[in-house]
């Protein structure tokens, strides 16, 4: 039977007028009921059906379907143009040759349920304006190229070897959960909420440029052949727990945010330039070869990640969580502007962690981040982190918490790596000394923060900040005796005095060492710092100095040169005469105000600069002069070896 109608209306037009009926040149619609089933009963599998333009009311409906699933078998079936204005069951046909429903509209729902197209199907530019099912159907190949859905069910579909959706649209819910596809491609197809629970696809789809308005979620999806979503965008995405047996690529993808937790890349993952507004949550992935980048998100979550082959990873985040990951070959991260937290993790093979000073680029495109100014990456946490095989370089660790991580000696810190400094501004308060100076030099955050808690004046408090952390100052001078041995390790001598400065501040303030220890200690940072401040001791020195000058004129230098008396019996001419030769002791009885000579202070000076350099002046010194001398040849040497080592801290060279 063919039918042919160009109808100027659906309702007040004749669908059949003007129509040609081939064999018996009359209308289907204007036969009577008796002849109409007499008619359609007398139809046979491997003729032609052409309904192109009719208008199925439901009268028709009902007595074409029943024809249609007695016989199946027609050579092709053609629907193009055709018009629907009441629901369509055909569900569990059998279309044996080619079905074609080109432009046509289905006003109302209508349903393929587990039906078969052995052949081919073409639904170009069709419009669902209701509910369309296709669920459980059997497909060769269909073209739904620029359809029109409202809402769509392809779920549990057996097996489809192609289905194409090139610009379609589906303006509500779509799904095609537990289907079997073959070859999808749903290019520029646009999406309001989809569902692809538990889809296998054997060859890699196509979703470029496709749209997501909503809700997309792929979980449990297995693509076989990878897949391909470039320039895809989405509002929200789901691919929990696929697979992904080949590439998967969403270069220049774009977000809102995306959930991929626990999904096995076996081939390459690119995301190369790829854009989340948002969060993008790796948690429990595999990575069995190489990840592209790079990407941009705001939240970045690699926890409990494998990484079985090596990768280079660069992101662009506010933040990068490494809890617990694996990586069982060597891996770099290059991050920009992202608060990297590292925890619980063991590497077998060297692990990079560096900041990205330029904005990443690909092909010559820019990355936009749009994160802040500051692209310093920065490093929060290390707990329980092995950082044997660990590579700091140019990363912020003035927040960053090393207590709970060991092999923290064996640690590698390169390129610029920044840490706390103690306040910079003299801080004024009540105390015994009403004034706080803070030399500068480089302060981890676990002393920051037990110096924000507790230290018992609040004048040595001030402009440490906050914390709800505290560790002990034993664990303290531990991780800075590591980090100390680190940086001796890599020739770094002058960046390591800060580290020993901490390591002795710490000690200084444990109650458990000893009160004798504890006083070396402090006299060992009031007069150099530890050995790392030349200025502090240079000044202790020239003050004793000018204090050895001082007491040298007051009471050293005698006020007269001692006259030397010899003193013998005269013999006989020829006779051999003994004298002795003795000086007087030299004292000193000048008034004061005539002791403060030029003369007096030059003398004094000379005996002060030799007593430094631990030799003796050769001068005549009354007897208190001379227990100033042997004082200030102990001390002030010692002084002079603090500041020449302090000074040598600073340059050594390894």
Known sequence: MTATTAPTCMYD??????????????????LSTHERASFLQG???????????????????DELTPV?????????????????????????????????????????????????????????????????NFSGSHIGSIDFSEALFKSADFSKISYAASLN????????????????????HFTHTKFHQSRFWSTTFTQSPAFNEAQFSDHASFEKAAFEGGAEFAKATFKYASFREAKFSELASFRRARFGSATMTRIHFRGIAAFNMAYIDRHLNFAGCRFDSYF??????????MANTVFQSTVRIEISAESLNLHRAKFEAPAAFHVRHAVVKVTDINPTFPITIASHGEQFEAQDELLPDNLGSEPLGKLRDLTGADGALMILNDIDLRQCRFEGAYHLDQISLEGRCRFSSPPRKIKWGKSWLPMRIWTQRKVLEEERSWRASTTRHALDRAGWGDSDRVADVQDIAAIYRQLRKALEDGLNEPGAADFY???????????????????????????SGYGLRASRSIGWLLSAMAVTVLLMT?????????????????????????????????????PVKKRYTGERLEKAGQVVLNSVVFRSSGQDLTRSGTWIEMVSRFTEPVLLGFAALAVRGRIKRS
Not at 292 to 301: D, E, F, I, K
């Open 165 to 184: 959706f090139h610009e379609a649209t589906f303006s509500d819910f779509v799904t095609f959960e537990q289907s079997h596809i073959g070859y999808a």
């Open 554 to 590: 007051s009471w050293g230098i005698p006020g007269s040169e001692p006259k030397q008396q010899a003193r013998g019996v005269i013999a006989a001419p020829g006779t051999e005469t003994t004298f002795v030769v003795n000086k007087s002791d030299p004292t000193l009885e000048l």
């Open 501 to 527: 400065y901490g390591e002795m501040e710490m000690r200084r303030r444990d109650d458990e060492i000893s009160r004798s220890e504890r006083g070396l200690l402090h006299a060992y940072w009031a007069l």
């Open 292 to 301: 592209l980048g790079p990407l941009r998100a705001q939240h970045v979550n």
């Open 13 to 30: 037009v004749n669908p059949c007028e003007g129509a040609r009926i081939s064999p018996h040149d009359r209308c289907l619609a204007h």
């Open 43 to 61: 139809l046979t599998a491997g003729s032609d059906l052409d309904f192109s333009g009719v208008i199925f009311t439901q009268e028709l409906v």
């Open 68 to 132: 249609l699933r007695r016989i199946g078998g027609f050579n092709l079936v053609q629907f193009s143009g055709a018009q629907f204005l009441t629901s369509v069951d055909l569900s569990q046909m059998s279309f044996q040759g080619d079905c074609l429903f080109d432009n046509a509209t289905f006003h109302e729902s209508v349903t393929f349920e587990r039906s078969s197209f052995q052949s081919s199907g073409s639904f170009l530019r069709c419009k669902f304006l209701d509910a369309a």
